[in-house]
């Protein structure tokens, strides 16, 4: 090993905890000012010049990279950090750099905006439930609450298997599953990521693609909906427990462009809820919506319990976000069994410099 991969690895050693956050908790990034939040909670700098020092000390190593972070389109005053190849390596246990892939240097990669979301969630709601218990919080105290969730917070796209496996082997949920369906949609999944790794278009073959062909959209997004589809979403399940004797299940679900688009989101709950019927043998869903902050959170709600009436007989029909759930085979019984809250990491003010950024969010 050469000198400077020697001090590489020895700086990656030192602030190991820093990079083991970067990768897990951000998906390779994340924003300095979430990292210094950690920093503080776990007790790895004491005040923000120490932190800065360190940070410093990481990025002339060459092991992380620190730049602008870009919000629509516009600098902010934060900086984002991303892990550079050595750092990657160095979480992957990986011999050298050429056997891990380098982070796109992107504004639009879409991996920062769903880290801010992601650690929003981990930082305010999270650490909380943890210092209630154990003042003394670690990233091991984290990875075991998130597990104890069955959540796949963490998980990126096409990792679905991971939770489904979870759930497979955890005995309490055991009794409420239906195993085969499980299993299979688990050696489906695998199938569908080697099919995609011999070339074919979305993991399909041709045969199968002929099959979907007489089928509705409708019925062939809900038959293939999968973990998969729902972290490809960017919805999450944040928690599986069990509530009077029935699985309770909560998702969330971020809106990490700021869309607004209710009728795709809702959607997305349907798609989710029929998903888990095939998993569960009963349960209830509990989804949280969440904007990026107050305003669009209004706005979500709003657009969400708009009355829809019948263009003939002007007959009210119930509310848009009823009335989208029913189009997608979600009955009124059925609806009942599903919660939905509409609610904000208050992000604009956090991390986008508040009213500056906000007439750009708007628009």
């Known amino acids: ?49 120490v932190f800065y020092r360190q940070i410093k000390e990481l990025a002339e190593a060459e092991i992380i990279r620190r730049e602008p972070f870009t919000a629509y389109g516009k600098k902010t005053q934060l900086h984002m950090l991303t892990l550079k190849k050595f750092g990657i390596r160095f979480i992957e246990g990986k011999g050298s750099s050429q056997s891990v892939a380098a982070v796109p240097k992107s504004n639009t990669n879409e991996r920062i905006p769903v880290s801010i979301f992601k650690n929003c969630y981990i930082l305010n709601k999270l650490i909380p439930r943890i210092q209630q218990k154990c003042p003394n919080i670690t990233v091991e105290t984290v990875i075991e609450l998130i597990n104890k969730d069955h959540s796949n917070i963490l998980e990126s796209k096409n990792q679905g298997v991971v939770f489904l496996h979870n759930i497979l082997d955890c005995s309490t949920l055991h009794p409420y599953l239906n195993s085969d369906e499980i299993n299979y949609e688990i050696n489906r999944l695998t199938d569908i990521k080697q099919k995609r790794l011999t070339g074919l278009v979305g993991g399909a073959s041709p045969s199968e693609c002929k099959d979907q062909i007489s089928m509705s959209p409708k019925l062939t997004k809900q038959d293939s909906y999968s973990i998969d589809s729902l972290i490809n979403a960017h919805v999450y399940i944040a928690q599986v427990k069990i509530v009077q004797n029935k699985p309770l299940i909560t998702l969330l679900l971020f809106d990490v462009y700021n869309k607004q688009a209710i009728y795709r989101m809702t959607t997305q709950i349907a798609c989710a ?83 500056k950024h906000s007439n750009l969010i708007r628009k």
């Open 273 to 355: 809820f029929h998903m888990f019927g095939r998993y569960f043998n009963d349960f209830s869903l509990r989804v949280g919506i969440v904007g990026i902050d107050e305003v669009a959170c209004r706005i979500l709600e709003s657009k969400a319990e708009t009355v829809v009436s019948d263009f003939f007989t002007k007959e009210i029909r119930g509310s848009r976000l009823s009335r989208i759930l029913a189009d997608w085979r979600v009955s009124s019984i059925e609806q009942e069994l599903i919660q939905i809250r509409f609610t904000h990491y208050d992000i604009t003010n956090q991390y986008l410099e508040g009213t």
């Open 1 to 49: 090993m050469s000198n400077i991969n020697e001090k590489k690895q020895r700086v990656s050693e030192r602030y190991h905890e820093y990079l083991f956050i970067i990768y897990h908790f951000g998906n390779k990034v994340i924003l300095m000012k979430q990292l210094f939040r950690y920093a503080r909670i776990l007790g790895l700098a004491q005040s923000y010049s």
